[in-house]
T-cell receptor, first 112, second 112 residues
Framework: RKEVEQDPGPFNVPEGATVAFNCTYS??????FFWYRQDCRKEPKLLMS???SGNEDGRFTAQLNRASQYISLLIRDSKLSDSATYLC?????????????FGKGTSLLVTP | DADVTQTPRNRITKTGKRIMLECSQT?????MYWYRQDPGLGLRLIYY???????NKGEISDGYSVSRQAQAKFSLSLESAIPNQTALYFC???????????FGPGTRLTVL
């Protein structure tokens, strides 16, 4: 079983829509969590870290549910420029040092 | 200037050839990583290094070797390239602790 699971999508949404992605992880001892954004054929870039209390950065909100071992990303008022693949990333910490576990990504396409 | 650079950015080679991919960073990080990305498989860790004298195998190290020449340089070698090593290769760095990782722009390798 893959340690980090994501719905691959694609999610096709109109501009201005709200879209949510979920991710589940298998290692309950995981210590830190991130969402990365990856544009086509480009490197992954950190979008935001995810904290237990939930955190918001502009139109983006990330939530962590440790009991259910899932992470979510909410994008409000979608822009065309939000089209990308969003990677859920988990740091298992105790079991593999500081090597991150990456989900396969969820593809988002925002249309006019 | 980019904090993490990779050379070459694109490479086409033939089966059986030896290939070296190079990574340099100016972030001052001790930890460096090599990943490959294939469509539908996501990012997979090949090797990682926590300092110049510490090299560790990742999930898919067979067919690859690495060299950590200095804190800022981490090279990946394919001793005898084969077609299923055709992929997008990323180098990444991170600081101490359960930190996130910062990626280079990637090397697109095609083995014919």
């Amino acid at each position: 079983r893959k340690e980090v699971e994501q719905d691959p999508g694609p999610f096709n949404v109109p501009e201005g829509a709200t879209v949510a992605f979920n991710c589940t992880y298998s290692n309950s001892a995981s210590q830190s969590f991130f969402w990365y954004r990856q544009d086509c054929r480009k490197e992954p870039k950190l979008l935001m870290s995810v904290y237990s209390s939930g955190n918001e950065d502009g139109r983006f909100t990330a939530q962590l549910n440790r009991a259910s071992q899932y992470i979510s990303l909410l994008i409000r008022d979608s822009k065309l420029s939000d089209s990308a693949t969003y990677l859920c990333v988990v740091n298992p910490f105790l079991h593999s040092g500081y090597a991150l576990n990456f989900g396969k990504g969820t593809s988002l396409l925002v249309t006019p | 200037d980019a904090d993490v650079t990779q050379t070459p950015r694109n490479r086409i080679t033939k089966t059986g050839k030896r290939i070296m991919l190079e990574c340099s960073q100016t972030k001052g990080h001790d930890r460096m990583y090599w990943y490959r990305q294939d469509p539908g498989l996501g990012l997979r860790l090949i090797y990682y290094s926590f300092d110049v004298k510490d090299i560790n195998k990742g999930e898919i190290s067979d067919g690859y070797s690495v060299s950590r020449q200095a804190q800022a340089k981490f090279s990946l070698s394919l001793e005898s390239a084969i077609p299923n090593q055709t992929a997008l290769y990323f180098c990444a760095t991170s600081g101490m602790g359960p930190d996130t990782q910062y990626f280079g722009p990637g090397t697109r390798l095609t083995v014919l």
